[in-house]
């Protein structure tokens, strides 16, 4: 537990005092077409949760380098992006060669990191690091997201024996905890410091895990929810003739706001689905995985739904009245 109160101990801290050096820098993310917040906010807390992540790690005794060192790495190209926009090929070659290095390393298997394996693993990466990007639109949600995705990095090391994933688990979900008391009331943002950095440290695990011989299914229970509304959202704007790249609001969280949902509520609703599989997962993924299988899908189906669901409630409402 020291890497989990540690780590929540130093995000909180530091998120203070980089909200003051934050702005006299100017490192402020201006509202735009796609943002949920109104006035200017500093943006690079994800800079205190990772040195949170390190610090837990290293009073806990054990640093996996193999996970930390490309999640740091890409960190830095967060933090780039944050002080002036990197291009956007940049930002991609710069994910695709760090996890595509780090999926090989990870792998036990020379032969087999060269295969279909590690093809899966580093798209699934490079896919989740962006989704998570994508996500990170509301107060608390990451953090949130990333507290879920670690407490069950606790719980896979501790049942499957994957020892080194459990103190990851820790020290993360301690340091995006610290991070919420902050940005829970919209002082700071984490910037694609904190995305890319925390979001390819839970894909880098998971890659871990999945190699170490936890079920596939066990691995992508905290991930379904970001990468389900991402690829739905791709669909949908794609099917609609409508730019990928430019800025919207078609993710749940951003319609679930518009309907007057508050950004720690719709937040909280997304960590809900998350969890709620993960739990799914974890009761039946032993006894009866196609069942795990299907409730885990049944779950983020719901959660794609929920704005026409919530859609129908409010107009049922107004014709009642």
């Known amino acids: 537990m020291i890497a989990f109160w540690g780590a929540a101990a130093v995000a909180v801290v530091v998120t203070g005092a980089l909200i003051m050096v934050l702005h006299k820098a100017r490192v402020m993310d201006v509202p735009n077409g796609r943002s949920s917040h109104v006035v200017p906010t500093p943006r690079g807390g994800g800079i205190a949760v990772m040195l949170a992540v390190v610090t837990g790690l290293a009073l806990a005794g054990t640093i996996p380098w193999w996970v930390l060192a490309p999640s740091l790495l890409l960190s830095c190209v967060g933090l780039m992006d944050d002080v002036r926009s990197l291009p956007a090929l940049f930002r991609l070659v710069a994910q695709v060669g760090v996890l595509a290095c780090a999926v090989f390393f990870l792998l036990d298997d020379g032969a087999k990191a060269f295969g279909l394996v590690a093809l899966v693993g580093v798209i699934a990466a490079v896919g989740y ?157 032993d006894g009866n995985p196609v069942l795990a299988a299907l409730v885990l899908a049944a779950l983020l189906v719901l959660y794609l739904a929920s704005p026409q669901l919530v859609q129908r409630t409010v107009l049922a409402r107004k014709q009642a009245a």
């Open 129 to 285: 690091v962006n989704a998570f990007n994508f996500m990170d639109g509301v107060n608390g949600i990451s953090a949130l997201h990333a507290a879920v995705a670690g407490g069950w990095f606790v719980w896979v090391g501790s049942r499957y024996d994957v020892d080194v994933v459990g103190p990851v688990g820790a020290a993360l979900a301690g340091a995006v905890l610290g991070f919420l008391f902050w940005n829970a009331r919209g002082s700071i943002f984490l910037g694609d410091v904190g995305s890319y950095g925390m979001g390819a440290l839970i894909a880098l695990s998971s890659v871990f895990a999945w190699g170490a011989g936890v079920p596939a299914l066990v691995v992508v229970a905290p991930l379904g929810v970001y990468l389900s509304d991402t690829a739905w959202v791709l669909v949908k704007r794609k099917r609609a003739g409508k730019s990928l790249t430019e800025a919207h609001r078609d993710h749940v969280y951003q319609r679930l706001l518009g309907f007057g949902w508050s950004h720690l509520v719709s937040a909280a609703w997304s960590a809900s689905i998350a969890a709620l599989g993960c739990v799914s997962v974890a009761l039946l993924v």
